[in-house]
C-alpha cells in the first residue's frame, strides 16, 4: 500500500480474472477502465498487483458513489475501505472508529475479530494488546456484536509497519469478468422477468448488451415499453450504459395472423424477431443473440421450438436460463433488482396474437416452409429501417 495522501484508499480483489494468465493485463486493463468510467470526474488512479488492485480516489468523491461503482462492476470480487495512517495508536483508533462505520460493520450485527500485525517492534503495543483496545472499541460502539476468534464474520485488520494500515474483511462485489472481455451481444428484451436476467448473466461474463424490444402498440401499451425501458435502465449499471432498439411489430403481427395458420403463430413470430434481431446485430456488431428462453417453461420453449428458432438465427442465440427452473430465475431477479419492474401487469407479446392450441413440436422443414409462404421478408426490412434507439447512462 502507498501513502498517496488526502486520498481515500480502496483494496479490490480480484478472482478469475487473475487466474487468466496470458490475457490478465487486459481484463485487468478492462476493469480499471469501467470503475474509472462510473466514478469520472473525481480524480482517481489505480494501481495493480497480483490478484488485487488499488484504488486512490479524491476525498471529495462520495463513499456511497464508490461503494455503489464497485458493488455492480463484474470482475471485483471484493472490496475493502483502507486507511493509511500515523503510527499512533489514538490516531489508529480514530481511524478504526470511522473504518466500522461502514460496511461490512455498519449493521452491527455477527461475530468480529481484530486481527493485528505489528512489523515495526518498536510500536509500543504489541499485536495483542492492538487487537484487545480495538476489540474494546468495536464492541463500546456495537455491543450486540461478539468476539469470535476462530471463525469471525468480520474482521478488522491493523498492520503497523512504516506507517499504520487499517482494513476490514471485503464487502462483496458482483464477480463474473469485465464487461467488454467477451464481445458483444444483442438481448432480446421483453418486459418479463426472463430475459433481463439473461441479460445479467451474459454481462457477467463480459459480454457487452445492447437491448431489442418489439412493441406492437397499440395492442400492447406505452406502458409496456416503459417497463423495458425501466428494465433496460436497470441493466445499465452492470453493462456501463445501454442502448435499447425499439421495432415497431405491429404491422408484422397483423401480417402473421393473416398469412399463417393459427397454431403456428407463436413460431411464426419468434422467426419474425430471429431474422430482425440478427439484422439489427449486424448493423450493431453483435456477434450473439441472448434470449431468455429456458426449457420446457412455455411452448414455444420446447427443444423443437428451440431447434426451429436456432434454424432461423445466422448467429448463436444464448441463452444463459435454459437449464434453470422458474424460481431460480426469480430469486435472481429479485437480486439484481428486476423483479419488482418484470411483474408490473402490463404484457409485452399482446395475448391476441397467441394461439389457443400453439404447436408444440414443430418441425423445423415443415415451418421453414410456412415461414417463406408468408412472404413478410420486405416488411421486416422496414422493422429495422424504422428501428428506434433509447440510450441509457452507467447511473450506479
Ligand atoms: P420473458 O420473461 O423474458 O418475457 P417469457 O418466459 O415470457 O420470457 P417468451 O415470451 O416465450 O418467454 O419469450 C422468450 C424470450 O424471447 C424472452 O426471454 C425474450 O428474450 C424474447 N422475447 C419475447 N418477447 C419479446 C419482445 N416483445 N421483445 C423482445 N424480446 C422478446
Ligand atoms: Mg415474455
Redesign the pocket.
Known sequence: MKNIENMQLYLIRLGEISLKGMNRRLFEKQLKANIKIKIHGYHNLIEREKGRIYLYVDQSCPEELVYNTLKTTFGVVGFSKAVVCEKNFETIVEQAKSLIEREPFSDGTGTFKVEARRADKSFPLNSYQIEANLGGVVLDRYPEMKVDVHKPQKVLYVEIRDSAYLYTTPVSGPSGLPVGTAGKGL?????????PV?GYRMASRGLRLDC????AYPYTSEQALQKVKDLAMILAKWNIGISLFVVNFTEAELWIKEHSNEEEHTLMM?AC?MKVANRVAQKRNCQVLV???ALG??A??TLEAMCFTNSMSERPVLRPLVGMDKQEIIDLSRKIGTYET?ILPFD??CVIFSPKHPLVKPDTDVETESFKNMNIEELLDKCVEELQEFQFSYKV
Request: hydrophobic residues 35%; negative net charge.
Open positions: 438481448l432480446l428484451l421483453s418486459g418479463g422477468i426472463d430475459s439473461a431489442l424490444y418489439f412493441h419468434r424477431m434470449t431468455g428462453e417453461q412455455v414455444s420453449q418484470s409485452d407479446c
